[in-house]
């Protein structure tokens, strides 16, 4: 792997957690106002297809806490079909990964003490990419249904985070995934 690149704060507390703990690294807690982690994306990084806000041919996912988890919800569209009824694996795909990103996203920010958006936070923004996507294809996935996925703080560290997440459609569970989030390289900017 390359040398660091990406600035984080001095304060980070690097750390690797069990399940359900990670919620916990701080009392400074960010974004329970409704707000999505995506809507305090910098502008330079919001045109991304699947999340990004300034897209305007993109999904627009949105991503919010939800206890010690977030939850994402998406509802695709009639030309999102992979067999005449059925949802395409890589628009699934696609909706756990930026639920993915910006569950690491959110969870840096908390982690940190630091609160997405807040207009007095003049530290670099923190902003994380795929480095790594699993996804299992459980039960074909109906279309017309929204779908609700939520995600968990598996591992954070100074320059990684690790997302579990869960896709259901109704009450099916219809994938599962994993995300290994990095910050994102000044090669990226
Ligand atoms: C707020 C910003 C929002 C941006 C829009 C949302 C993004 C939506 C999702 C995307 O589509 S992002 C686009 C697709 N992803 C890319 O284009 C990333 C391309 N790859 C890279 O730029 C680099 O390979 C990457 C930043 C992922 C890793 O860089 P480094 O190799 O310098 O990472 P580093 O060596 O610092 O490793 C840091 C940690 O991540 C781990 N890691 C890095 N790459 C990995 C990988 N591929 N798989 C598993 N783990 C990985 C690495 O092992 C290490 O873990 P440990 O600390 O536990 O040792």
């Avoid at 988890?69 to 992979?82: D, I």
């Avoid at 949802?87 to 696609?94: D, E, F, R």
């Avoid at 690491?104 to 982690?111: D, E, L, P, S």
Wanted: proline fraction near 7%.
């Amino acid at each position: 792997m390359a040398a660091a690149r990406a600035v984080v704060p001095a304060s980070w507390p690097e750390r690797t957690a069990g399940a359900g703990t990670v919620g916990r690294m701080t009392s400074h807690d960010t974004l329970h106002d409704g707000t999505a982690f995506q809507d305090h994306y910098p502008p330079d990084v919001a045109a991304c297809f699947g999340c990004g806000r300034l897209n305007e041919h993109g999904h627009h996912l949105r991503t919010t806490w939800d206890g010690e988890g977030t939850v994402t919800r998406f509802t695709p569209g009639p030309e999102q079909t992979a067999v005449p009824g059925y949802v395409y694996g890589g628009l699934i795909a696609s909706v756990i990964d930026c639920a993915g990103t910006g569950t690491a996203a959110g969870a840096a920010y908390r982690a940190a003490g630091r609160t997405m958006g807040d207009p007095d936070d003049h530290e670099p923004p923190l902003r994380f990419v795929t480095g790594r996507l699993e996804v299992d294809y459980l039960a074909p996935t109906p279309l017309g249904v929204e779908l609700v996925v939520r995600g968990h703080i598996d591992e954070i560290k100074a320059r990684k985070v690790v997302v579990s997440l869960e896709m259901a459609a109704g009450d099916t569970v219809v994938a599962r995934g994993r995300v290994i989030a990095v910050l994102m390289p000044a090669t990226m900017e």
